[in-house]
Every structure is written in structure tokens, then in C-alpha cells.
């Protein structure tokens, strides 16, 4: 079983930045792969960026390359969302999740789901 607890989300001037974290506690198999996914009101929730736990790969979406990356703290059971030149459209809840192996880009392909932390980018 894993726990995942975002925190680092708040209000934020159109190109600022913001790093989310995410708490991880519980078994974190060296397999596993930690992403970060959002959902603005309405819409669904949508793949960001993705980490292996254990050798620190990572991909992202097209849609936030260059601007967001993703990192992991193994020693701290953390793993962060850095998010710069943001803009009004980067609106949503933020939510952590983590899967046993294998990146996927489909949130129904994650075992466990943080509460998340809400983003919201004045412009």
C-alpha cells in the first residue's frame, strides 16, 4: 500500500512558478512510477510529467515539456512537480499518483491517487 500527500499548490501570477511536492510513505517498490496528472473543472484529468522511482527517467507531455519538470528525492520519499512560465490554462487540481511498473498516460492505468492540490494562475 502506498500514501501519496500533495502539498505547494496555490495562487500564482501568470508566468510565475510554483513546485508541488509529493509525500510518498508506504511500500515504493524500485519498479514503481510516480507521475503527476491535473483536471480543471469539467474536463479530465490529464497526464503531465512521469519518474521512475528507482533510475529517474522521466517523460512528459507535449503539452508541458520545457516548462514543468519532474524529480524525485529517494532518500526523502518525495517526488516534485517544478512548474515555470505558468499560464491561466495551467488552472486545475494537481493530483500525484504511482503505478507498480511502466509509464502509462491513462489516469485509470494508476493504482494510487494523492488528494491533490489546487493550482490557479491569475492572468
Known amino acids: 500500500q502506498v500514501q501519496l500527500v500533495e502539498s505547494g499548490g496555490g495562487l500564482v501570477q501568470a508566468g510565475g512558478s510554483l513546485r508541488l511536492t509529493c509525500a510518498v510513505s508506504g511500500r515504493t517498490p524500485i519498479t514503481y512510477v510516480m507521475a503527476w496528472f491535473r483536471q480543471a473543472p469539467g474536463k479530465e484529468r490529464d497526464f503531465l510529467a512521469a519518474?521512475?522511482?528507482?533510475?529517474?527517467?522521466?517523460f512528459y507531455a507535449d503539452s508541458v515539456k520545457g516548462r514543468f519538470t519532474i524529480s524525485r528525492d529517494n532518500a526523502k520519499n518525495t517526488v516534485y512537480l517544478q512548474m515555470n512560465s505558468l499560464k491561466p490554462e495551467d488552472t486545475a487540481v494537481y493530483h500525484c499518483?504511482?503505478?507498480?511498473?511502466?509509464?502509462?498516460?491513462?489516469?485509470?492505468?494508476?493504482?494510487?491517487w494523492g488528494q491533490g492540490t489546487q493550482v490557479t494562475v491569475s492572468s
Open positions: 499518483s504511482a503505478r507498480r511498473f511502466g509509464v502509462v498516460t491513462n489516469s485509470a492505468g494508476y493504482d494510487y
Open positions: 519518474i521512475h522511482w528507482s533510475g529517474g527517467t522521466t
